[in-house]
Each structure stands twice: as structure tokens, then as C-alpha cells.
């Protein structure tokens, strides 16, 4: 060949989900295996109005080049948004990305050498594994329970450059940091000198109360915070924000002038003309509201179905649920089964930075109705007391 | 600081243009520093029917997560549309980007590791330039005349990992290589083994006749090609291209799933709406029509204004004139000058990535009026005058 290729390149892989979703896109399949969010929540009129709107008043700026940092009124909402939430930040620190996927490749490269220590939740979210793994990072897993990690678990990362940490709804485990051990956590990263990358994409979408406030309330010179639109308006447009102490912003920024100049203008016009007058306020709660009813069909559909020696949080919001399979069961090696009887989900190996555990797996409830929940997770049932009990 | 920063970060600088246009951007200027295609030819109705079509046709794919490769009706659209430019490529081979700024960070993450050799043209594209530094490269610049980089001087860049170069109506020069120049140029890196990454934004800006083929055309194994709807349509979707050689291929798709999981869908089918039925084939020569105008207003004002001793190439499609001020003259430093008079350039030393000529400048031609163009580069002659000769 006739490119040689930089070392890092080897720590780049196919995405083990992609591979996946490839096998399971069978017509008919009831696939549990995606983590996109249902398009029956896009809000196509609002966007549709908006658009016109856009291209309407301002067209020229909206298709022009634009500031790396993004749209000023969208940064400012971000600011206002995050300030509901118990963050004081100023519209000076949000950067807008492309999705919050860009904001995990930034945070990245502003912050990883080949080699460094970066800590992770055990399991974590596999696009920030893939995010990371071109700066060579050396990754840690911090112990975790049903609450997130133990903070006491915290000391393997001492000298990381920061832990990586979903407090809401993680994906892919479903948990929810609870407010003591949001506390505890922060307190014991404060002490070792660990900064903290939080992700919240997951965070609005809450079942019957609000999350506690984000840990980079906690400690507002120590957090990266990530935030995004996929999950309450549309992925595609592919609109995300990080907002870092100020000192990191200048970099964070360079970094992301370098990447690709600016996040569409079109894009960060058209979702703030959907929200600037409170849009969310009335929208989001329908998606919480068909997520809930999905979810419970999904749990109901689990007691009814699993055999013994099954267990599965219930999460109390977000998309997914995680199920342990009895020991010894590996969920790679189940899953071309459940996909012969027309189902799919996602092993839970793929989730781990090491110590993967073969006999978990990821459901997402969000894109089936409750009908096709029932009957995919009768499916799994079925496969797993044929093939692995 | 509680956050340790990677020590590639010390190589990202904030982009020198950028800090000049925050000065010159004060009201009523005549700023020919800009980079800005002109708004004026974006294609607003046709943007606004298409979005229309879009929302109302597919708006749960336009809005839901897609694949990292792109649209696969775009990727067949530019399969088709290089071919029209003797460029036999498969829509595989067809990687969309998020602009092709993204398809530049996206080959340095493959392509560069710290202290790998990447050679450059002289000048050169600052935006490759910022993408290229966080991979730490050390840059190599080729010795190039009117016609570009020299094929005797690609020996300097014996063992690069690549040579970068613009062939056509380069940003900032705006030179445009000759068919027989491309010839040499590709014998002697095949030679040398020596693969080239050919950027290609400007090429359908031509004023008179198009330009040669692609360097790509000519070592279909050896070249990244990368391109963009920025010129021709709008820069502010985002939305650009990189083709590559089939073994380069999945790294680079993975690198951009892992840069941002994928460019924005709506944009992309946007965008294909918009050209799938021929639309740049009427679009594209109103904008050619209008540049060659104010190429022929800037070439007049500067014949009829500029004093001895300076050197101007006559650009034969795209947006730039490149400047040589007398021997001595710093540009930099006449800047504030010509400012004060109320017009704006970019030094030239920026666009260096070693040796840079002081005594060089670029004017954009492309956003101001013909009258304002005479009146700019008269006040340019003037400042220059009173204050560098």
C-alpha cells in the first residue's frame, strides 16, 4: 500500500454495534439492538415551520460560514437551560459541536496523550471508547454499582486525565447517579485531583423526577459537561454542546476550528428557532411520556418472560434497559439465535474498556411499541431457554 | 488548572485570519481579507423548495441518526459528478465529511503521527494547516512557482507520509497548475512513492475554460481527493467529500465515526435534492459569470492604482488575487495602516508553514462590489504608499 498509516490507526475499529446492526437488519426483526431514539418524537411540523422561517429571514447567514464557537442565541440558551439545572455557566463557555460525539473527539484531543491514564464507568458508552481511542489513552475502568461508580473505585484513576462518566440514564446500563453519590463522587475526585467528563444526552428524559443536579454543579472548575439535542429533538441534524472551565475553552476551541470550522449554521438557526420560545417545555414531556409506557411494557414483558436467574434494572429514564443473563451464559453467542426467532439486541461486552462481562446485554424499549416489546422479549425468552440454559 | 492538557494542544494556535478579522471588522470597511464565498449566490429558493420537499418526503430519515459513510444518493452523485472530470471512482469509495475541513482532520488522524514528514505547498491552505498541527507533523514546504509545486523540488519531501497540495486557483495564491505541470508532478512522487492528498474546493470556479484533470485521475492508488459544496452551493451546511484509494478506505470511515458518527442527514439530503436533477449545471456559471466580473474589477484597480514594484498573478477561476509588495515592505505591519484608511487584506506570512514572505498579501475578490474593489485597492495603494515605500 501506498500510504503508511499513523500508529493510531490501529486503535481505530469497526464499531462492534454497527457490525451488528448489520446482521439484525433483517426485514421484520424486532430489533431491541439500536440506540437511536423513536422518530415518532422528531417534531417535524416545528421543524418544518421553522426551516421556512430560517431560510425565510435569514438565509444569507444561515448559509454562511460562522463562528467556531456557534450561534450566539444558541449558546445562551444552552447557558439558560443549564442554569435550570443548577449550572452557573456563561454563554462564553458552551461550544457548540457536531453532535455530542464531536465534543467526546474534542475533549479528546485537548486532553489525551498517547499513553495517558482516562478512566471509565464499568460498563460505558461505547461511542466515547471509539471517540478516545485514536489519542491511544490507556483506559481504566472504575468499579461501578447499580448507582454508578464507587468512590471509592476512584483511586485506580489516580493520575488520570479525567473519568469519563454518564450520571443519567447511562447507555448503556440504564442507571441513574443518585444524589448521595453524585456527592460522593464529586468530594472523592476533588480530593484525588481527578477532573470529571460528564455526558448527559440522556438526562431530560426522566420518568417521574428530575435527575440530580450534574455533577459539574458540583464542581464547576473540574467538569467538562456534555450535552445534546439528539435525544429531545432530532439526531440528524446532529447539534451537541460541551461547556468546560474557562481556562480549557480556548483550546477546546481551536480544536474544534480545526475539525471542521463550525457546526452548520443552518442547523444551530433552525433548532433555536424550534426552541426559543419554550418549545421543549411542551415537547419533551410527550417523549417522556410514550418512553414510560414503552418501558414498562418492557419490564412487564421481562417479569412475564425471563427465566429465573435473570436480573435487569428498571431504569427510571433514558432508553435502555440492561440485563444480566445467569453465569456462564455468553449473550454474544446467543444473540444468532434470538435473531433466528426475530429478534435482536446488543451483547453488553462491547460496552467494556476491559473486564468485559459475557453474560449481559443491552434493550433498547424506545423505537418498538409496546405490542412488538412483548413479543421480541417472549423471543429472547424462548432463545435463551433453547440455546444457553 | 486541574486539567492536564495533551501536548498536542501546545500546537493548536488560534487561526491568525481569525484574530485579524475580529480588527477589521469594523462597520463600513472594505474587507478583501475575507475567505467568504459571497451570499449572493447561494441558491435561497432552491434551498427553501428543497428543505420543504425534504420535511415533507423523508423526515424521519432526514432527522434520525444515519450511516457514517453519508447518503448513498449524494455518494453516487459525486462517484458521477468526478467522472465528468476523469476521475474513475466507485460511490464506495465516496466518504461525506462535515465540510472538507472535516475530510482534512480526518486524514491527518489516519495518515499523521508525531513527527512524521508532511510536505506542503509555498503558500499553502491555513485551514489544512490548523487540521494537519494536532497531529503534530513536521511540515516540509516544496519549493513552488506560478504554476505550482515544483517536481524537483518533491525531493525535500522524500519519505513524507503525504504532499499536500491545491491544484487548482489555490487558496491563497490562486494559482492553477497546467496539465503539463500536473503530469511531472505526479511522475515524481510516483517515483518517489510519495502519496499526494489533492484538495479541490475551488475547481468548478474557473472563468474561461476548466482545469486540467486531477492529480487524482492520474494515480488512482495514490491519491486522497477531497471536495465540497461550500463554493458551489453554500458553506454554512457543512457539507464535503473525501475520496481515497479502497485500502484507505475503512480508517477513515472510522475515524469519522468516531470525529462525529456522521454528517448531519437533513444537510445531506438538503443538498442532494437540491443537485440531483442538474441544478449546478445552470447554478454554477452565474456563479463563474460573477467572479470573473470582479476578478476583471480587481485586476483593473490594481493595474490603475498599485505602484511600481509590486506583483500580482491574474487568478483564472476562484476567489483570490496573491500580492507581492516590494522587496522589504511587511505586510503585517501595513495592515493596520490600510485599515485606518478602511480597507482590509490577510498578510500573506500566515499562509507559510515555514520561510514565509513578509511582503506578500491576499485579496479576496469575491463578497465586495466591482466599485467597492476599486475603491479598496485604491486605499491599499495609498496606505502603502504613505507608509511602506
Not at 473527539?105 to 485514536?134: C, M, N
Not at 473505585?153 to 442507571?175: E, I, K, T
Not at 435487569?312 to 429514564?317: A, I, L
Request: charged share 20%; hydrophobic share 40%; net charge neutral.
Amino acid at each position: 500500500m501506498t500510504f503508511q498509516q499513523a500508529r493510531r490507526a490501529a486503535r481505530m475499529n469497526p464499531s462492534i454495534i454497527r457490525e451488528i446492526l448489520k446482521v439484525t437488519e433483517r426485514p421484520g426483526i424486532i430489533s431491541l439492538a439500536g440506540g437511536l431514539p423513536s422518530p415518532d418524537t422528531f417534531p417535524v411540523e416545528a421543524m418544518r415551520d421553522a426551516a421556512e422561517r430560517v431560510l425565510r429571514d435569514s438565509p444569507r447567514e444561515a448559509l454562511q460560514y460562522a463562528a467556531s464557537e456557534g450561534y450566539g442565541p444558541l449558546r445562551e440558551w444552552v447557558a439558560g437551560h443549564l442554569a435550570g439545572q443548577g449550572q452557573r455557566v456563561e454563554a462564553s463557555q458552551v461550544l457548540i459541536t457536531t453532535g455530542s460525539q464531536q465534543g467526546l473527539d474534542l475533549v479528546g484531543k485537548v486532553l489525551i496523550d498517547a499513553g495517558s491514564r482516562v478512566a471509565v464507568e464499568s460498563p460505558t458508552y461505547l461511542g466515547a471508547l471509539q471517540a478516545f481511542a485514536p489519542y491511544e489513552p490507556e483506559l481504566v475502568s472504575v468499579a461501578c454499582d447499580d448507582d454508578g461508580p464507587l468512590p471509592e473505585g476512584l483511586d485506580v484513576a489516580r493520575g488520570a486525565r479525567f473519568l469519563y462518566a454518564l450520571p443519567n440514564f447511562q447507555n448503556p446500563s440504564g442507571r441513574c447517579m443518585s444524589e448521595a453519590r453524585r456527592a460522593a463522587l464529586v468530594e472523592r475526585a476533588l480530593a484525588l485531583g481527578l477532573p470529571l467528563v460528564e455526558d448527559n444526552p440522556y438526562g431530560d428524559l426522566w420518568f417521574d423526577v428530575a435527575p440530580p443536579a450534574p455533577l459539574a454543579s458540583r464542581w464547576s472548575d473540574g467538569v467538562v459537561y456534555l450535552g445534546s439535542f439528539s435525544k429531545v429533538l432530532a439526531p440528524g441534524l446532529r447539534l451537541g454542546y460541551v461547556v468546560a472551565p474557562k481556562p480549557l475553552c480556548p483550546k477546546l476551541l481551536q480544536a474544534k476550528q480545526a475539525a471542521d470550522l463550525h457546526t452548520p449554521s443552518f442547523n444551530q438557526r433552525l433548532v433555536h428557532e424550534v426552541i426559543r420560545d419554550g418549545f421543549l417545555q411542551t415537547h419533551v414531556p410527550t417523549i417522556r411520556q410514550r418512553y414510560r409506557a414503552q418501558r414498562d411494557a418492557m419490564r412487564a414483558a421481562l417479569e412475564r418472560h425471563m427465566p429465573p436467574g435473570c436480573h435487569w434494572n428498571v431504569p427510571s429514564g433514558g432508553m435502555f434497559f440492561w440485563l444480566e443473563l445467569p453465569e456462564g451464559v455468553d449473550a454474544m453467542q446467543l444473540l444468532p439465535h434470538a435473531v433466528e426467532r426475530g429478534m435482536a439486541f446488543v451483547p453488553g461486552a462491547a460496552f467494556y474498556a476491559d473486564h468485559p462481562k459475557p453474560n449481559t446485554l443491552r434493550l433498547s424499549f424506545v423505537t418498538v411499541s409496546p405490542e412488538r416489546i412483548e413479543q421480541g422479549i417472549a423471543m429472547l425468552a424462548q432463545a435463551l431457554k433453547e440455546n444457553a440454559l
